[in-house]
């Protein structure tokens, strides 16, 4: 899917009579259909778990890991030098025989020679990797960005992630979709990082290095993804009791999928007569106070995640549980018992109350 774009700029340059050109263009044409049609508006389900930095799926994480390789192939060659003088001094020299123990082996003050040999080198191996990792930085933190670059503004609460689109308009939470790049046609995704109480880390080794979300501080970072599917991270700074499940979740889709996610987002929630009833114990059992809920009276609180498509989202409690009638059903009824020390507390309601609710919610879609 991914060299799509390559094979029909491939195919549309190479050849150089007109006929070629029209050959080209139809069958490129015909590949981009084939390929993007049948999946062109289903999302990648495909989950991207990998934790390590060294199967890197976006840019950033790629210069990351081109330069993690140099510095370590730099420290194997000094272990291997280093370790190989070691071992042979240890073998060559060692204690022969009782004779030894009188006799002092030669003693070398002042060698030119010697002194140069361990000064010298290391001295310029320093200054390869400084130069080195300072264009890196520079790459990564005063990157080109195109003028399609997607913002997200994404704000760490304890345990869940804020998660707004300021170009669009759109607040969602936890679930952060962004739009696949490609090296011909880029489309990176630009973040500045909050924090509303506590310092947080944002780590989805795949996409980018970590970084942290200050209280009273905006710190930013880019991705720039080569593969759709949903990225899995974590927060990596201890924030408290459930720092362990506040996971993050980075959908990554085609730019279709991804402009048709933001158009459902952008929606008003439609309002059902039928559930009339669980928005109005919504409100009157202060979920409001906490929780917003687009053109829903009274919902405006912003303590928690934003509800207004609650039901779109994979995962409830910031990935602690699929978002299914079951888990929902426990939430409601004590968000302690699925996420312990969660600053929701146990509302106390009644299991009709419950009902109608999770009716509700289920609407917000
Ligand atoms: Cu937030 Cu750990």
Redesign the pocket.
Known sequence: MLNHQYTRYSLATRGSGRGWQLLGFTFAALAGFLSWAPVARAQDSTIRAIQNIFDPLSAPAETLYQISLLVMAVCAVIFLVVGGLLTYAIIRYRRRGPEDDHEEPPQVYGSAAIELAWTVPPILIVVMLVLVTARTIGEIQHPKMPETAEQVRII?H??WWEVRYPKHDVVTANEIHVPLSSRTNRLPTQMVLESAD????FWVPQLNGKTM?VPNYRNTMWIEPYATGIYLG???????QQ??N?LIRVIVDKPEVYRKWLESQKQAPVSDPQVAEGQQQFISNSCGTCHHIENARGATGVFGPDLTHFSSRATLGSGVAPNDDQHLRSWLVNPQDLKPGCLMPNMQLSSNQVDSILAYLRTLK
């Open positions: 760490g304890r345990y506590v310092i947080h880390g979300l974590n927060c990596t700074v201890l924030c408290g720092h362990a506040m």
